[in-house]
């Protein structure tokens, strides 16, 4: 099992031929585990005895005939995001608590027949996209250790990437469902807002959040993604869907938005541009008309979520914790969200107003076209680049992400080749509300035009830590 892919397809077919169960494969995620040392992607990791009797229990279930659709995949899930019994931190030991009962997405999860295995690390308090804000240290991009590993779900994706599980779920404000994806080279589904609940999570903009699913491949997220969906009562942001989310065929012609020349931002990195250039090549032999648009409102709006009174939701969640444990808090971190102490109620209600103008701007822009593509994130900075301009760089990896919760739209970020330098390159396409299908569909047609492979496990330990957070 040294080489197993733990792609849904692989493990299904495995299963059902009985190569081997749930049970061996337990045994072996946690040799791999223990194989990677002290590499931490998780922050709490179940015991595996716990974890292989929840796998005979499936084991069983199955035998009973129960229907199982994520039958024996195993998962994990941020830290911020609430599994009973195990503590919720969100990279923070000062806010450290043992809920008694886990969020409705494990608990849909858990009922679909996946295995949970443990609560992975972040940039602390979700606020960070670089996957190394941390007090306790990070994990490493699967790639290039050099490289960041992208956050705030920092460990989510790596967890995936690096063969530690079929999927995770991560949280997403700002674009932490997406920018660790395209670092490590694997595939991140943000659905619109609303669409799957996130009661059982520390929020950082309640108002907009969403529990985003990290996968090797589009097919395997949108079977985890048709397990979340639903209408929750006990989550007042929860809405449902007006029509089926799963990928449609793509028609043979179809128009995709770009932002204008002038405002394509790559801050530098040649082998981005390079990449996003052939990207573009491949949407226009499967059928796609580019189409130029002003991109300035998206970008706007991105900048409301760090530069405005939205930064106070934060402040809900975190602020007294910042006030009682300063010295618990990462510097970066607790500077970006106490900049909210310096807004109004007045201010709060001027950001809404002008998230709502932009809000039919965009809806306008984006009603001519099928979807929006952009690059995942615009420039992979090393470790040491951020350790030297952290809030610079950080804003960077947000340029083409900030902006899709706010404007309510559905995204991914799909694996599209490699750059020259071998590092992977993520696309991004993006529709309105409730667009999962048409986005979904063109994410399927990319990545089967490009043959792209499914991330191997590599059954070597981690390098020796180049950087430190």
Same mark, same amino acid.
């Given at each position: 099992?040294?080489?197993?892919?733990?792609?849904?397809?692989?493990?299904? +077919?495995?299963?059902? %031929?009985?190569?081997?169960?749930?049970?061996?494969?337990?045994? /072996?995620?946690?040799?791999?585990?223990?194989?990677?040392?002290?590499?931490?992607? $998780?922050?709490?990791?179940?015991?595996?005895?716990?974890?292989?009797?929840?796998?005979?229990?499936?084991?069983?279930?199955?035998?009973?005939?129960?229907?199982?659709?994520?039958?024996?995949?195993?998962?994990?899930?941020?830290?911020?995001?609430?599994?009973?019994?195990?503590?919720?931190? *969100?990279?923070?030991?000062?806010?450290? &608590? =043992?809920?008694?009962?886990?969020?409705?997405?494990?608990?849909? #999860?858990?009922?679909?027949?996946?295995?949970?295995?443990?609560?992975?690390?972040?940039?602390? !308090?979700?606020?960070?996209?670089?996957?190394?804000?941390?007090?306790?240290?990070?994990?490493?991009?699967?790639?290039?250790?050099?490289?960041?590993?992208?956050?705030? @779900?920092?460990?989510?994706?790596?967890?995936?990437?690096?063969?530690?599980?079929?999927?995770?779920?991560?949280?997403?404000?700002?674009?932490?469902?997406?920018?660790?994806?395209?670092?490590?080279?694997?595939?991140?589904?943000?659905?619109?807002?609303?669409?799957?609940? @996130?009661?059982?999570?520390?929020?950082?903009?309640?108002?907009?959040?969403?529990?985003?699913?990290?996968?090797?491949?589009?097919?395997?997220?949108?079977?985890?993604?048709?397990?979340?969906? %639903?209408?929750?009562? /006990?989550?007042?942001?929860?809405?449902?869907?007006?029509?089926? #989310?799963?990928?449609?065929?793509?028609?043979?012609? $179809?128009?995709? *938005?770009?932002?204008?020349?002038?405002?394509?931002?790559?801050?530098?990195?040649?082998?981005?541009?390079? +990449?996003?250039?052939?990207?573009?090549?491949?949407?226009? *032999?499967?059928?796609?008309?580019?189409?130029?648009?002003? !991109?300035?409102?998206?970008?706007?709006?991105? &900048?409301?979520?760090?530069?405005?009174?939205?930064?106070?939701?934060? $402040?809900?969640?975190?602020?007294?914790?910042?006030? @009682?444990?300063?010295?618990?808090?990462?510097? =970066?971190?607790?500077?970006?969200?106490?900049?909210?102490?310096?807004?109004?109620?007045?201010?709060?209600?001027?950001?809404?107003? &002008?998230?709502?103008?932009?809000?039919?701007?965009? /809806?306008?822009?984006?009603?001519? =076209?099928?979807?929006?593509?952009?690059?995942?994130?615009?420039?992979?900075?090393?470790?040491?680049?951020?350790?030297?301009?952290?809030?610079?760089?950080?804003?960077?990896?947000?340029?083409?992400?900030?902006?899709?919760?706010?404007?309510?739209?559905?995204?991914?970020? =799909?694996?599209?080749?490699?750059?020259?330098?071998?590092?992977?390159?993520?696309?991004?396409?993006?529709?309105?509300?409730?667009?999962?299908?048409?986005?979904? *569909?063109?994410?399927?047609?990319? /990545?089967?035009?490009?043959?792209?492979?499914?991330?191997?496990?590599?059954?070597?330990?981690?390098?020796?830590?180049?950087?430190?957070?």
């Amino acid at each position: 099992m040294e080489a197993l892919t733990l792609d849904i397809a692989t493990l299904t +077919q495995a299963y059902a %031929g009985q190569s081997f169960d749930p049970v061996q494969l337990v045994e /072996e995620i946690y040799r791999r585990t223990a194989l990677r040392g002290d590499d931490r992607v $998780w922050l709490h990791l179940r015991p595996k005895a716990h974890v292989l009797e929840q796998a005979r229990a499936l084991v069983a279930r199955r035998a009973r005939g129960e229907h199982l659709p994520l039958y024996g995949l195993p998962y994990g899930v941020k830290d911020n995001i609430d599994v009973a019994g195990l503590p919720t931190t *969100a990279g923070c030991e000062a806010l450290r &608590r =043992v809920p008694t009962r886990s969020a409705t997405v494990v608990e849909k #999860l858990d009922a679909a027949g996946a295995l949970l295995l443990g609560k992975q690390n972040m940039d602390q !308090f979700a606020t960070g996209l670089v996957g190394i804000r941390t007090t306790t240290g990070h994990c490493h991009n699967v790639v290039d250790p050099a490289y960041v590993p992208g956050g705030s @779900s920092s460990g989510s994706a790596v967890a995936v990437a690096a063969g530690l599980c079929t999927f995770s779920i991560g949280s997403d404000t700002g674009g932490s469902g997406r920018v660790p994806a395209a670092c490590n080279g694997i595939v991140g589904l943000k659905p619109t807002p609303g669409v799957v609940s @996130s009661r059982g999570f520390l929020y950082c903009n309640r108002s907009f959040d969403v529990p985003p699913v990290f996968a090797l491949s589009v097919a395997d997220a949108y079977t985890v993604l048709d397990v979340l969906v %639903g209408v929750d009562a /006990e989550d007042p942001y929860s809405r449902p869907a007006p029509h089926a #989310l799963a990928p449609n065929p793509l028609p043979a012609h $179809w128009r995709f *938005a770009i932002p204008r020349s002038d405002q394509l931002e790559f801050f530098g990195d040649t082998a981005m541009r390079a +990449q996003f250039i052939r990207a573009l090549g491949h949407l226009k *032999a499967l059928g796609g008309e580019a189409v130029e648009i002003d !991109f300035a409102p998206f970008l706007e709006a991105g &900048r409301l979520v760090f530069n405005s009174a939205l930064v106070s939701e934060r $402040w809900l969640t975190y602020g007294a914790v910042i006030q @009682s444990h300063p010295e618990s808090v990462h510097p =970066v971190v607790r500077t970006a969200i106490a900049n909210a102490n310096q807004y109004s109620a007045a201010d709060t209600f001027a950001t809404l107003y &002008r998230l709502q103008a932009l809000q039919r701007v965009v /809806e306008r822009t984006l009603a001519r =076209v099928d979807v929006l593509i952009t690059p995942t994130i615009g420039r992979l900075p090393t470790c040491a680049e951020v350790e030297a301009d952290p809030v610079n760089a950080n804003a960077q990896m947000g340029y083409y992400t900030y902006f899709a919760n706010p404007l309510q739209l559905a995204a991914i970020s =799909v694996p599209a080749g490699e750059r020259d330098d071998g590092l992977p390159f993520g696309l991004g396409i993006l529709a309105p509300a409730f667009g999962e299908a048409v986005v979904g *569909a063109v994410a399927s047609a990319l /990545e089967s035009h490009m043959r792209t492979p499914i991330r191997r496990f590599q059954p070597t330990p981690v390098p020796a830590v180049l950087c430190e957070a």
